[in-house]
């Protein structure tokens, strides 16, 4: 697969507004944060710090094309597994199903994406994965918890690995007129779910006054949801020259899964602030660990990934 | 080639060493925080709790450079020398002070063997409890060592270091470790107080490496 030329125009475009936002960054910590403590100025300035090397990072596999995405995602996978499962209900009982969801459900999964086995690679985690799994867990004979173990296991491969995979999955969809340039969808659900993540912050810092969910999120509000969702549809509209769809099936595809993105957050949030945790890991500077950044691309990808699979 | 004390066998230790640790922190991407003392290469004895086969492997890793070319973990002979490899690993790659646990077996005693790496400017891993703690205890009592080594080197800092959630990544008798995130925390030192009596120090030495500990498992 040759590289898409709209992949060079929608790097630079990329690395032009992370131009801009360094700046603003750098102005709002002259004004604001000179001696450099204040936390949400040097809180935005680490998160677009990270922001350049994910950019970069994600650029450069997208260049790399469909092998260089599988392998980007399947170490995502990895990254966000680790995250999960250190928060999960385990016991000694769980060695061998756990070594073999690592060692051997995730690598299998990421292999039948890269062959495109569509067949396999949809059913293979919530299928064999789900009756094989507990099968080994219980040959280990600890009866303890047997059901909350076994169901952590399996929502967190789901999450971490069967969700995540759908991103790539995006470059084997068969696109009339659009052959050879299926990376651009996997750039496009990236840009927009992520570009949503970063405006719902923005509008939520600038205006945020009603919170949607106290309990589970604090930073969540009707403002920067509204803000961030419409705001980033609109972006995903201005994107269309990059997909196979139009202006306004581009805005309404990036409303679902930006909705989506919303949802995955939610969900989440629930699931750290029962564990007692703020943030999953502490790998990306500013921004946690890795299933803090993909959340709401782990809900939005399956979604999207059926509905282009459906229309198009 | 390989033989003991050649230049070959150092190099190629200093490679097993880094592949070691670099590896120790792929599977743990350890958090790593120093809360109450500055990461430097100072002369330190650092004690910690022992949960896991791995948790020497993963402080040594945790520390910068040349604070881990200085510190030497004190660990079981009978365990490290029962085979080429072992012995490679203890013996070159980490420099561990191997003692021997049954006593009728000794021909040295551990405790002078451990003050002569303290003399020598050494800095030590050790871990007071004496035993992996496969308990539902947080921390088995202290034996004694540790006091007797800060009473004879009092110019050395005493730093607590919890290991939190090595032992789910693996557990005793597994040998495939399963990938889960765990946290190093280094405690402010404390110091052995002249004519300090043997229980109180102890005491004192566990609540500050208790005080560690995070207040739920595997966070």
Redesign the interface.
Known sequence: MTTPPELFTLLLWLFGFLAVATLIGEGLARRISPDGTHPTIENLNARIRSWWNMVILIGLALLAGRTGIVVLAAICSFAALREFLTLTTKNRGDHWALVVAFFVVLPIQYVLIWLEWYGLYSIFIPVYGFLFLPIIAAFRGHSENFLHRISETQWALMVCVFCLSHLPALISLEIEGYEGRQIMLVAFLIVVVQMSDVLQYVWGKLLGRHKIAPSLSPSKTWEGFIGGILSSSLIGASLAWMTPFSALEAAALSLVITMMGFCGGLVMSAIKRDRGVKDWGHLIEGHGGFLDRLDSVIFAAPIFYHLVRFFY | MFGEGTAARGAAASIAGRFLAGFAKFVT?P?IEWRGVAPTARQRIYFANHSSNGDAVLIWASLPGAARRRARPVAAGDYWLTSKLRTFIGRDVFRAILIERRPDERTEDPLELIGEALTKGDSLILFPEGRRNDTEERLLPFKSGIYHLGQAHPGVELVPVWVA?LN?VM?RG?V?P????CTVVFGAPIEAREGEEKDAFLERAREALLALAP??E??
């Open positions: 991407a958090r959630n789910h557990p597994e495939v399963i990938p889960l995130i207040e739920r595997g966070a």
